[in-house]
């Protein structure tokens, strides 16, 4: 199974690990001053010894291409925020086909609908669900009733 991290920080650490035993310590020490397996660090020395630094060179990470560039991602973030109405739709609710929609419009790239969760959740976001209110809701007329009605419609104890 491959580390998290980024490819350079795994990188980074493994030229540590070199370096620390190149000052004569154990493979057991650095691997705890690592925070890896000490099979790890001695897997890592015999490829630096096999292939020098292009030994524990960095390799790319595995799997298919992101279809969205990290700088449409964010454009994507901000259209997102503008809310939907601004995108064009009826209401301000995002939904996954909206999204997969906005997508399909803005980047020409397609994406199931299905996965635009997974996508959301790679950029920091979650399902939230709205709140139900009316759209009649006079949020300045409830604070000001809050404020002199009610104390005077509530109940006070028997005292």
Known sequence: MRPS?????????????IQLLG??????EVAQRVGVDRRSVRRWKAAYRAHGAS??????APGRPARLKPTQKRRLLVWMER???AAGFSTDL????RIAKLIQDRFAV???????????HSM????????RRAIERDEDQIRNWIRTDWPR???????
Do not use: F, M, N
């Not at 000052?23 to 057991?28: D, E, I, N």
């Not at 994406?111 to 996508?119: I, N, S």
């Not at 419609?153 to 005292?159: F, T, V």
């Open 94 to 97: 995002w939904t996954c086909p």
């Open 23 to 28: 000052q004569g310590l154990q493979p057991v």
């Open 83 to 85: 809310g939907a109405q």
């Open 5 to 17: 991290g980024r490819p350079e920080e795994l990188e980074t650490r493994r030229h540590r690990a």
């Open 153 to 159: 419609a509530k109940k006070k104890p028997a005292g």
């Open 124 to 131: 920091g976001l979650s399902p939230q669900r709205p709140e």
């Open 55 to 60: 030994g524990i060179q960095a390799k790319p």
């Open 110 to 120: 397609s994406y199931h609908v299905d996965h635009v969760c997974r996508l959301l």
